[in-house]
């Protein structure tokens, strides 16, 4: 059965003809589905707006650790820890990428979000109370100031931008589902991709739980992205390939060059983490990172800006939901007769 073609349905003993666009009634179908689920995410939204009303700020070095907090500060960071946003090119302090894939059938063409990924560094937020937060923005909702960064996945795009992409798309790819490392080097336009980004020395609000830090500190583990620099590592250095060199051959088989490098990874994290440690321990009153079930929300709006983007969100949901799965309900009812001749 061709589902991009209208059907037509013979009625017995009669030279009428009903017409039933099959295609029109499956995204009717979706529709009314998806009106069904902007109505719960409506309740959600508001339940995060209620969340936002009832918190009052607090400041970093007062406020209570080991509780749902919000606070607002400056994101401070030394040039030396900048990230590169993959896009834009800009020196950022974390970067989120959206990626969406083009979905085309014979009435419509959509974009489909497929993919997300997100830079693993955390930054620094100052409010001027003699402490700062440590804030790993990973699994956060992100409320930004514009629509973000686009570009397409196609032949204009310039080489130096599809390189940085290439790259984190390769460090990040344990967080991909449906992305390919592959599909990077795509050129046919199918593919478009929306960074946002946190840029140092902006005001951001952030609501979530508080954690003093310390745990995390000393639980980091290693991370695939420090596993290719050691891995580098060993490799470049004769005295690193001779004690890893288990047989004695004068060369490191796949399984040695595997345990050298986490070998030599893993002390390259605990010098950071030890680092860390003294610096949480004598700076950071806070650290926020996502923690199930608090909600965590960062955004370099004010909060009255984020609270009437939260209540616009959410009476677009709780309203537009219903109206959608109604209406599509309400097309469906009048054709169902119609849709039963044809089956």
Known sequence: MDWGYTAHVILANSSSEVRVDLELVMYTVMGFFAGIYF?????????????????????????????????????????????????????????????????RSR?????????????????YVEDGSGANALVFAEGAQIIQKGKGFVQHLDRYLRDEVRQRFRQAVADNRTELKKFDTGDADNTSGKYRVTEKKFMAGETVYILGFADSGLKLAAQRKLDFKTFLKARKLVLKHPKLIKRFDRDEDGALNPDELEWGAKVIGQRMVDKYNRDQFAKLYSNTKMVFKKAQP???????????????????????KLFGGPALSIGCAAYLITIYEDILKFF
């Open 107 to 123: 009435n419509s063409t959509r974009w489909v979000t497929i993919d997300t990924l997100h830079s693993d560094e955390g930054f």
């Open 294 to 316: 608090s909600l965590f929300l960062i955004s370099n709006r004010k909060e009255e800006e984020v609270l009437d983007h939260l209540t616009l969100h959410t009476r677009l």
């Open 39 to 103: 109505f719960f995410k409506g309740f959600r939204d508001l339940k995060t707006k209620r969340t936002v009303e009832d918190i009052p700020t607090s400041r970093i070095a007062t406020g209570a650790v080991g509780t749902d907090v919000e606070i607002s500060g400056k994101i401070v960071c030394d040039d030396d820890r900048l990230l590169t946003a993959p896009l834009s090119g800009d020196p950022c302090v974390f970067y989120a990428l959206e990626i969406e894939k083009l979905v």
